[in-house]
C-alpha cells in the first residue's frame, strides 16, 4: 500500500470545483500492492493528520486512491471572497449515463463525463431557494428548494421578507432536462415543511407512475400562504404539518400533474395510534448524546426491489414497508444513545446490512477532533434479519482533524465489489473514506482521499458532501472547492480483479437515495475477484488456492464454447465437493465463500453453453 502527499495544486485548475475518481489497473490475480502498509490509521503519523491549510492549494493526502481531476464550480456558483458560502454551496449529486448532476444552494450544474478523467460543463440552471438536492428519472430533473428565498419562476430577486408571498416556493421542482441546453421547469409541487430531500421511488407494478417521498425538516409555513399547512407541534391536533412525510404522485407521461397525494404518519405509536409515537427528544442517560426528537425525517433512501426503505428520521432509524409505494408502513425502529440526529442510510445489496449516519452538528461543526468521540457523529452499523434491526458496530473516518474543519459523517454510496460490503462515504473536511464493512460488527477502513482545512485560524464550511461509486469512478461534490474525480488503485486489501469485476456493474442512472440492485455479469473477473478474496482470507490451502488460480487462468485463455463450459462446470463441481467438505468438518477453509466462487464459475459455464 502507499500513500501520496503533496502540495493541493499539483497541476490542476484553480478555483472552486469538482473531483472524479477512477479505479486503476495494473494488480495481477491474486497478487498484493507492491509496498506494505507504513502507518497506522488514525495514528499521529497517519498522512491525512498535520496537512497544511488552503482554499485551492491545501496540502493533500491520499492512499489507495488518485485524485484525476478537480474542477472549479462555473462562474455564478461561487462567491470569490467566501469559499463556503452557503448561497452557492455545491451539494449532492445525481447521475445519468455520461451526465452528472451536481446540486448547489444556486441551482443546477450539469456535466458531461463521457471522459471522466475530463468532466465538460453542459449547461447550468439558475435557480436560488437551496439546498438543491437532485435525482433524475428519464427525461425528468427533480430539485429540493427549502429557502423562503425560492420563487416559483426561479428568479434570483428573491421573496418578501413576510410569512405570506404568492410568488414563493418552498418543495420539489421537477424540470424537463430532454433537451439539455434548455431545460424547462414543468412543475412545482408547494410542501408545507419545504424539501430538505426527496426519494425517488418507482412503482414496479406501474411502469407509467413514480412517486417522491418529500422530507421537509423545516418549521410548517403559514397556511395563509399554503393552504393546510398547520404550525402547531401538539400531536393531538389530526392536521399539524409536524410528525409526516409527503408522498408525490409524478405520472411519467404528464409530470406537471405531479401532486402530494398522502401524508403518512409514519412515526405513529402502533399501539396507541398518537402520531408522535417515536423517540421523544433529549439525551439517553449520562454520557450520551442529546437527540433530537422524530418529527420528521432527514433521508429516506429505497431499495423497491426489496421493497423496503431505511429512514434517517431525526431522533430514530426506521425500516419501510414500501411495497406499496404509495402507502409506506413503519415494521421496525431503532435508537442509538450516541445519535445527535438521524441524517441517511444505506442498504448493503441483499438487504442483510444497514449503515445510518449521524450528523452530530448539522454539518457545519468541526466533529472529528481528538476529543471527540469516535461513536458520535459516526455510521452505526446493524444488521437486518426477519424485518427486525440488530445493532452490529460503529465506524468514524479515524484520522484527527482539526477545530477549523466542519465534519462528521455524510452520504456515499455502495462500491460493487462482488462478495464484499464496501462503501466509498463523504466526511466534509474530514476528507473521502473508503471501508469494508462484510463483517458488520468489524468494518475497516480500506481507502482515503483528504485534504488540509481552507484556513488554518477561522473555520469556513467546505468539505465533501458526498461521494459515489459510478460506472467505474467515484465522484464527489466538494461544498467550496467544486467536483472531484477519484479512481480507486489496487493494493493488498482490494484487487484489481475486484476493481475490474466492480467495473463491470454499469448503471443507466443512479440517485443516492435509490439503491438499485447490484447484479455483477458471468466473466471471468467476478470469478478472479472471488478467488482474490479466499487467498486474502486464507479460505483454502495456498497448494489448493494455486491450483485454482491456474485452472481459472488456463480456462480463460480458451475460447468459449461447449469444451470449455464442460472444464468450467466440473471445476465447479469440485469446488462444490471442497465446500462440503469444509462444512463437515473434513477439511478447512471458508464453505461459503468456496461456494460463492463455484457459483460464479458455474455461470461462466452457462454462458458458454
Not at 116 to 125: G, Q, V
Request: aromatic share 10%; with cysteine; proline share 6%.
Amino acid at each position: 500500500m502507499t500513500f501520496r502527499l503533496r502540495n493541493g495544486n499539483g497541476g490542476r485548475a484553480r478555483g472552486p470545483g469538482f473531483v472524479v475518481v477512477a479505479l486503476a489497473a495494473g494488480l495481477a490475480v491474486g497478487a498484493a500492492a507492491a509496498s506494505a502498509q507504513d502507518f497506522t490509521l488514525g495514528g499521529t503519523d497517519d498522512p491525512r493528520v498535520g496537512l497544511g491549510a488552503g482554499w485551492f492549494d491545501a496540502e493533500e493526502a491520499s492512499w489507495n486512491m488518485d485524485l484525476l481531476i478537480n474542477l472549479p464550480r462555473p462562474e455564478g456558483f461561487y462567491a470569490p471572497d467566501d469559499p463556503g458560502a452557503f448561497p452557492f454551496a455545491n451539494t449532492d449529486l445525481a447521475f445519468q449515463d455520461d451526465l452528472i448532476f451536481v446540486g448547489n444552494y444556486h441551482g443546477i450544474q450539469i456535466f458531461d463525463i463521457t471522459d471522466p478523467t475530463n468532466p465538460a460543463l453542459r449547461t447550468t440552471i439558475v435557480c436560488p431557494g437551496g439546498q438543491g438536492d437532485v435525482s433524475v428519472y428519464g427525461k425528468l430533473l427533480f430539485m429540493s428548494a427549502q429557502e423562503s428565498r425560492g420563487r416559483i419562476d426561479c428568479g434570483t430577486e428573491g421573496t418578501l421578507d413576510e410569512p405570506v408571498d404568492p410568488e414563493r416556493f418552498r418543495g420539489v421542482r421537477i424540470f424537463d432536462v430532454s433537451d439539455l441546453d434548455n431545460p424547462v421547469q414543468v412543475a412545482v409541487v408547494q410542501t408545507c415543511r419545504a424539501s430538505h430531500t426527496h426519494t425517488l421511488v418507482d412503482d414496479l407494478d406501474d411502469p407509467g407512475m413514480l412517486y417522491v417521498y418529500n422530507s421537509g425538516t423545516s418549521a410548517p409555513r403559514s397556511g395563509e400562504e399554503m393552504a393546510g399547512c398547520v404550525d402547531d407541534r401538539d400531536p393531538l391536533n389530526p392536521n399539524t404539518s409536524y410528525w409526516s412525510i409527503d408522498v408525490i404522485e409524478v405520472p411519467l407521461d404528464a409530470p406537471e400533474n405531479a401532486r402530494i397525494v398522502s401524508s403518512p404518519r409514519i412515526f405513529a405509536d402502533a399501539e396507541t395510534g398518537r402520531i408522535d409515537g417515536l423517540f421523544q427528544g433529549g439525551d439517553h442517560g449520562d454520557e450520551t448524546q442529546t437527540t433530537r426528537p422524530t418529527d420528521r425525517c432527514h433521508d429516506i433512501t429505497a431499495y423497491p426491489e426489496l421493497g423496503l426503505a431505511l429512514g434517517a428520521c431525526s431522533g430514530n432509524g426506521i425500516l419501510l414497508d414500501i411495497s406499496n409505494p404509495r402507502d409506506p408502513v413503519r415494521i421496525d425502529e431503532v435508537v442509538d444513545p450516541n445519535f445527535a440526529f438521524w441524517h441517511s442510510a444505506t442498504f448493503n445489496n441483499d438487504g442483510s446490512t444497514v449503515i445510518f449516519t449521524d450528523e452530530w452538528g448539522g454539518g457545519t461543526q468541526p466533529r472529528c477532533r481528538v476529543e471527540d468521540r469516535y461513536e458520535w457523529g459516526a455510521n452505526t452499523i446493524f444488521t437486518l434479519a426477519d424485518g427486525r434491526m440488530s445493532h452490529a458496530s460503529y465506524f468514524k473516518m479515524p484520522a484527527p482533524q482539526t477545530s477549523t474543519e466542519n465534519c462528521v459523517a455524510h452520504n456515499g454510496s455502495l462500491v460493487p465489489v462482488p462478495g464484499r460490503d464496501i462503501k466509498v462515504q463523504a466526511w466534509y473536511q474530514g476528507g473521502v473514506s473508503v471501508f469494508d464493512f462484510t463483517d458488520a460488527q468489524n468494518p475497516q477502513e480500506i481507502a482515503f482521499f483528504d485534504r488540509g482545512p481552507i484556513d488554518t485560524d477561522e473555520l469556513y464550511l467546505g468539505g465533501y458532501w458526498g461521494a459515489y461509486w459510478h460506472n467505474g469512478y467515484v465522484y464527489a461534490s466538494e461544498i467550496a472547492r467544486g467536483l472531484d474525480v477519484f479512481a480507486l488503485t489496487p493494493n493488498e486489501w482490494l484487487t484489481e480483479s475486484e476493481l475490474e469485476a466492480a467495473r463491470l456493474v454499469h448503471f443507466e442512472e443512479f440517485n443516492p437515495q435509490h439503491q438499485p440492485r447490484i447484479v455483477w455479469p458471468a466473466h471471468f473477473a467476478v470469478a478472479r475477484a472471488l478467488h482474490d478474496q479466499l487467498i486474502r482470507r486464507d479460505g483454502v490451502a495456498p497448494a489448493q488456492a494455486a491450483e485454482i488460480s491456474s485452472e481459472l487462468a488456463r480456462l480463460e485463455a480458451m475460447p468459449a464454447g461447449a469444451e470449455r463450459a464442460a472444464a468450467l462446470a466440473d471445476l465447479a463441481v469440485d469446488l462444490w465437493s471442497h465446500a462440503r467438505q469444509v462444512e463437515h468438518g473434513e477439511a478447512a477453509g471458508d464453505e461459503e465463500r468456496i461456494r460463492r466462487l463455484a457459483g460464479a464459475v458455474l455461470d461462466l459455464a452457462a454462458a458458454d453453453r
